[in-house]
């Protein structure tokens, strides 16, 4: 089962694929503004890496911050935004863990 996993807690948006405990492919970017603009190419550039569609993915999840912080990016809804636009391809949930 592949995991689309998204990281938003730092200054650094991570996104990556992962079958179990393996890593099937990462990104990493530094957001210059804020992660909702990040976002979208790093999970196009790892399904593409990962040589996967979003109809592969079994599921999303999501690590973001609680509360808006200047040097972190948006409050967790605006943080949301990108993995809820990708989870209704194949009628997935999005789950989150604050950081």
Do not use: F, K, W, Y
């Given at each position: 089962?592949?995991i689309l ?22 990104v ?27 109809r ?16 972190v990016g ?16 194949r ?9």
């Open positions: 089962m592949l996993g998204i990281d938003t807690a730092t200054q650094i948006a991570s996104v990556g694929i992962t079958r179990g405990e393996e890593v099937i492919a990462e990493s970017n530094r957001a210059t503004s804020n992660h909702t603009e990040t976002l979208l190419p790093l999970i196009a550039d790892v399904l593409s890496q990962a040589n996967v569609s979003l592969d993915v079994a599921g999303v999840g999501v690590v973001c911050v609680l509360g808006a912080d200047p040097d948006p409050a967790p809804r605006r943080q949301l935004a990108a993995p809820e636009a990708v989870a209704p391809v009628d997935q949930r999005v789950t989150t863990g604050m950081a």
